[in-house]
């Protein structure tokens, strides 16, 4: 309960994130056609932003009304990215407004702009590619613990509880007599808590290389422990 608010903020702002990135080099291709064509870089936004769709075509449009609005374009163009604060846009918006000031026709630089954020994207795509089977691995050694767990308490646990019950060893002393089953449950319940906090935030580094991208998979692992134990239980 304390988890889910922060994973469903970071999530959301990471898709918000996404939705500009997504399709970032093929706008900044859609804007260097356009100024080839003789077009200022304000008309070339303009064009990207009526023959587009998306979040970032809906920032183009808000940044061509903003300029026809008095304010100049390098200011816009700041604006904008202030208000996502993403590293790889900052760099873009920073060449392209250096760019502008000296000259409209920045068709070269725009191509190079478009290229670098589509290298960006095929590093993405491969580390991503890469560590899938990582945090497959990790997943699946927790779920393989919990599986564990949940069958010591029903197989063992259970059954020394029985036994305690049943009373019947030798020396009239039951053989689960002395077991406390109930602290047992609770500290095997408390171990795999634990494994889901450690296997979350691993699997979540491991993937985008930010410890808070592990707070969904630790809401997920721990859900599903809690539900596993409410029906072993």
């Known amino acids: 309960m304390t988890l889910v608010p922060l994973a469903f903020f970071y999530e959301w702002n990471g898709l918000t994130r996404r939705s500009i990135t997504g399709k970032l080099s093929e706008n900044l291709r859609k804007l260097s056609s356009a100024n080839d064509t003789g077009q200022t870089l304000l008309e070339s936004i303009q064009t990207v ?14 940044m061509y009304a903003k300029v026809n609005y008095g304010m100049s374009l ?37 191509s190079t702009a478009a290229q670098s954020s589509e290298n960006q994207d095929d590093i993405e795509r491969e580390r991503k590619s890469r560590t899938r089977m990582q945090v497959a691995i990790i997943l699946m050694t927790y779920l393989t613990l919990l599986a564990v767990m949940a069958i010591l308490k029903v197989q063992f646990l259970d059954t020394m509880a029985g036994m305690g019950g049943g009373g019947g060893s ?12 109930q602290l047992l449950s609770l500290l095997f319940l408390h171990a795999v808590t634990l494994q889901a906090v450690l296997s979350g935030f691993i699997s979540g580094y491991i993937r985008d290389a930010q410890i808070i991208s592990g707070v969904k998979f630790v809401v997920i692992l721990q859900t599903l422990a809690l539900a596993v134990w409410v029906v072993v239980v």
């Open 49 to 62: 932003a009526d023959t587009s769709t998306g979040k970032l075509a809906d920032e183009f449009e808000v």
């Open 74 to 110: 390098r200011e816009a163009m700041v604006e904008f990215n202030n208000k996502y604060h993403i590293p790889r846009l900052a760099r873009t918006i920073k060449l392209i407004a250096e760019a502008q000031e000296a000259s409209s026709q920045i068709t070269d630089v725009l």
């Open 170 to 181: 030798a020396g009239g002393l039951s053989f689960g007599a002395s077991i406390d089953t």
